[in-house]
């Protein structure tokens, strides 16, 4: 596109109606950008609207603001990945179309019976990749603090034909989890900025021998490490063990810094 202008972009959405989300370097003027996004617009026929990544996430849903360069205002879109399909609005809720492949390979293990549960569900992604991979599920548990990420999840749960398979909570994961009476097969955990407070509530629902999808953002260099050392130390808490099973870098987060995922399994 010239001068390597966007630096990135991602499309949400499907054939019919799909949003561009682009991130630019600093040193480009408004002038530019909104000329590179009608240039986006030309080449990505369904695509109705290019936003604009700007700033870092804030707030209480952890949003990161999104302001609109080109094309129409309406930004609530249907996105499919894996014959699945997801309603959303970008501008309300968090989604990443680049974990399309993370999703699945979660999804890919999971057994048929087994109990799962998905901390910081958003959309419910993980919920629907989940419940359309095996659909022999026992039950897919998803919570969420965000109201409009919980309104989209329990219409993707409608849109996907999994009612009696989702069950999903609207509230902050402390106390939705201390509600909880049952125990987990598998419990995923992809918030990586803070997914690591939140383990003393994943060990004490999660059964013995049963599998914790753990994310963490950390440096390149030494994101196993500490991966390995946080689950560790919050096992020993609850004299639990953990065999982590993997660890690998799952995207890019910041300059040298990446989003990785840790598989372990906790006796």
Partial sequence: MGSGIPSSYDIVGSKGRAIIIAEFPEWVSEEEKKKAAMELLKRHKNARSVLEKSGERSGRF??????????????????????YLLKLDPTKVYFSPREATERQRIASQIAPGERVLVMFSGVAPYC????????????????EINPHAHRYALENVRINKLEGKVR???GNVSDVCKRLAEKFDRIIMPLPRSAYRYL???????KKGGVLHFYHVAREENGEKVCRKILERNARRFG????????KKVLPYAPRKWKFVADAKVI
């Fill in 62 to 83: 952890r949003l990161r603001k999104l302001k609109l360069l080109a094309g129409e205002s309406r930004t609530e879109v249907l996105h499919k990945e894996h014959g």
């Fill in 128 to 143: 629907i990749a989940i419940g359309k991979k095996q659909p022999l599920v026992e039950e897919i548990v998803g919570i």
């Fill in 168 to 170: 999903l909570y609207l």
């Fill in 200 to 206: 003393k509530y994943a060990f004490p629902l999660l």
């Fill in 240 to 247: 639990r063990e953990v065999k982590v099973l993997l660890v």
